[in-house]
């Protein structure tokens, strides 16, 4: 028999209590850029946070943010 797939997503957080999870993606993403920033693009502590927003946010936001990022013009503070 196949191996079976397990999907998982972001652990509930108190601070994002509604059902509305829009600010709960972009602070998962915040908090990976930070972490990238902070530990090194080599350090697997930030790959928690990457499955986080990954799994929150839609793929054309993260497109968008990514090219935000790179132009300069990403609204968050990373």
Not at 19 to 24: D, G, P
Not at 31 to 43: D, M, V
Not at 47 to 62: D, H, Q, T, V
Request: proline fraction near 6%; include cysteine.
């Amino acid at each position: 028999m196949a191996d079976e797939i397990v999907l998982k997503t972001a652990p509930a957080d108190f601070r994002f209590p509604t059902t509305n999870q829009t600010r709960h993606c972009f602070t998962r993403y915040i908090e990976f850029h930070r972490c990238l920033a902070a530990k090194g693009e080599e350090s697997n502590e930030c790959a928690r946070f990457a499955k986080y927003y990954r799994s929150l946010c839609p793929g054309e936001w993260i497109e968008k943010w990514n090219e935000q990022r790179e132009n300069g013009t990403f609204p968050g503070p990373l």
